[in-house]
């Protein structure tokens, strides 16, 4: 290895070490669920508070990570920038208006869900119109094989691209659970939409239809359904408005592809 310059599948790399600090506490952060010290930070890469300190006060300044009381986090910088990604600013500029009609459709929320690393993110939501209601957060995220949008998106996706997310899934799942998302996934392919029992809010049923670009999904619109006393919708007539905004926000994706 030449002076600043590391060769990796015989292509010449040339090194940034600052910049490599950065990414690699923006990595870190990334993956941890609880706030970390700048000591914790320091131990967990293995270098020293002189050689990551100044790299955390510029993230802090830049506005990628957050200090708290008990330490660091990551903030939803990163997220958004990546929000301002063409193919993802499409899809939103299409999809949103739709969103807004199902909503109304249906007088419950709704949001759009794509695939980043081994989870699911939520990228832009919808709320309900009506009194009583329950919206997700933009940013909000779940590994991709725990949630009913993520076996809806895992569903549409060839075999070789199934293969990669099976092996980059976090944590990574027992054999029984592979077996029972694969199962699921399998399901769902047949009926065109997923419909699961939220784990987390009791009475709550997910209701997931793919985004499609050709055969592959490269989104879910997710309904998070309340059986509400007052409403005069039913789960069914909901999972026929889902399918059909889907459907036609896949349709106007498709449309700007052509004309593009």
Known sequence: MEDGILERDGKRLYRAPALEKGLDILELLAGEEQPLTVSAIVQRLGRSTGELFRMIQVLEHRG??????????????????????????????????????????IGQSCHLGIQTGSDMAVVARMESTAAVGFAVR??????????SSGAVLYAFQSPSIRGDWERSF??????????????????????????????????????????????????VLTVPFLRLTDSTVSEDAACNAIRAAAAEISSSLAFNDSHA
């Open 64 to 105: 990628f990570v957050e200090q708290g009381p008990a330490g660091y986090v990551m903030t939803p910088r990163l997220f958004h920038l990546g929000l301002k990604r063409p193919p993802v600013r499409s899809m939103l500029e299409q999809a949103l208006p739709i969103m807004r009609q199902l909503t109304i459709d």
């Open 170 to 219: 976090q944590p990574a799942p027992s054999a029984d659970e592979l077996n029972a998302f694969r199962a699921q996934a399998d399901e769902i392919r047949v009926t065109g939409l997923g419909r699961q029992d939220n784990p987390c809010v009791n009475g709550m049923r997910d209701l997931s239809a793919p985004i499609l670009r050709g055969r592959q999904a490269i989104a």
């Open 138 to 147: 933009v940013g909000y995220r779940q590994p991709l094989h725990r949630t």
